[in-house]
């Protein structure tokens, strides 16, 4: 698998990953990269269960509540 190149700004660096990640379930197993996908997933999700904070709190800090 090739390593995945730093472009020269923020919009590079993201399409080289989708190129790279692209690359990567089309020369893996879906057992391989489905799994790690999950794992991505579920982190967020505990992340977000686990965070206190009021949607009405978030909203204001967001600027979208006053």
């Not at 472009?7 to 990567?24: I, L, Q, S, T």
């Not at 879906?30 to 999950?38: A, F, I, K, L, P």
């Amino acid at each position: 698998m090739k390593k995945l190149k730093p472009g020269k700004d923020n919009k590079e660096d993201r399409m080289n990953f989708v190129k790279y990640w692209a690359n990567y379930i089309k020369n893996n197993p879906d057992e391989v990269w489905s799994r790690q996908q999950n794992i991505l997933i579920n982190s967020q999700i505990k992340n977000a269960r686990d965070f206190k904070l009021s949607k009405e709190t978030y909203l204001k800090i967001k600027g979208e509540l006053r």
